[in-house]
């Protein structure tokens, strides 16, 4: 049996959107030289809420995409089920861009590790940051966020599921779910 803890809702959702929108504004040196990149699912609909904030501050549109990691995931073969595909879809030159790469939670790192080889064969960024809404500890890669919503320690057999409006047709929240 399961147990579900609501640990954010959507106020601080938003809140944690639009105060860490602001700060990425501010670490960004040219709006030109910027494109932010949502990894499918959750990621890419956080990317689009960052880069219209980013957008209201800059005046001026961003250039975006998306990632499906599927193909670059070092686990497919533990996995025990074939992935899903989505699109990745990077519409502009990466090449000497500054990019950020979004998601909605950081775990073990290989989500990222992924992301980072897919986004790599369209060509080589100037820098790379990383934003996840919710980081809940258990690294397995030396990989850490640039930005970060939310911090939560849980354990190796728990799941922190990010449920938002437009992906999942239900009000903006995330939970820890654990037991079995």
């Known amino acids: 049996m399961s147990d579900e803890k609501k640990i954010l809702g959507k106020d601080e959702i938003e809140k944690i959107i639009s105060e860490l929108s602001e ?3 501010k670490d960004i040196e040219d709006p030109d030289q910027f494109a932010i990149v949502g990894i499918h699912t959750r ?3 956080l990317a689009d809420r960052i880069r219209k904030e980013i957008e209201k501050l800059a005046g001026r549109e961003i250039k ?3 990632l499906d990691i599927s193909f670059y995931r070092d686990d497919l073969t533990t996995r025990g089920k074939l992935p899903v595909l989505k699109e990745t879809l990077i519409e502009f030159n990466i090449n000497k861009k500054n990019i950020l ?10 989500t990222t590790k992924a992301a980072l080889e ?3 064969t369209f060509g080589r960024p100037f820098s790379i940051k990383l934003f996840v809404l919710v980081d809940r500890g258990g690294r397995e890669l030396p990989i850490q966020p640039d930005y970060c919503g939310f911090k939560v320690e849980t354990a190796h057999e728990n799941q922190v599921k990010v449920k938002l409006s437009s992906t999942d047709k239900v009000e903006d929240a995330v939970y ?3 037991g079995k």
Do not use: A, Q
């Open 23 to 25: 700060t990425i504004f």
């Open 43 to 45: 990621g890419v609909e």
């Open 64 to 66: 975006h995409g998306t």
């Open 101 to 110: 790469i979004v998601d909605d939670v950081l775990f073990s790192g290989r």
């Open 118 to 120: 897919t986004l790599t």
């Open 176 to 178: 820890i779910v654990s």
